[in-house]
């Protein structure tokens, strides 16, 4: 449509929190996975000059938009554990974390003989990253000295 921007996402009505405040009258605009902008509601950016057959409109309802997290220490979550040391374990906590705001963690070693702690190490090294999970950047590793 001629004259209007065509993005992939449009989050409308959210309070978009930044480092220094609080938008609430702003629209994020999201395309190839990313926020490339946010836009004041009115006038000129308002939705419907965003409105297209390719852009999907979210209507948030007052909740919030932050940052994704990134947990420093994480023994488990999603009903697993790094010490299981299984590709399944891994693949759930990275499901479960990225449902509860966390992009991005390390897997937590627990105090343990060195031949558990390196299996977990072992299967975290051959660990496939998915786009539609928390990101694992690595290990915080506690065990004996």
Do not use: W
């Amino acid at each position: 449509m001629k004259g209007k921007n065509i993005v992939e996402t449009v989050v409308s009505n959210a309070r978009i929190v930044l480092p220094d405040r609080i938008l609430t009258d702003s629209l994020l605009l999201i395309c190839d996975g990313g926020i490339v902008g946010v836009h004041p509601a009115a006038g000129k950016g308002s939705v419907d000059s965003f409105d297209s057959a390719e852009t999907i409109i979210y209507d948030f309802a007052g909740d919030f938009v932050v940052q994704g997290l990134i947990d420093l220490h994480v023994h488990g979550c999603g009903g697993a554990d790094t010490m299981d040391a299984e590709p399944a374990a891994l693949d759930r906590m990275a499901a479960a974390l990225l449902q509860q705001g966390t992009t991005a963690f390390l897997a937590t070693t627990m105090s343990a003989g060195s031949d558990r702690i390196q299996a977990a190490l072992s299967v975290g090294a051959r660990f496939q990253q998915r786009e539609d999970k928390a990101e694992m950047l690595g290990f915080h590793m506690e065990g004996p000295c």
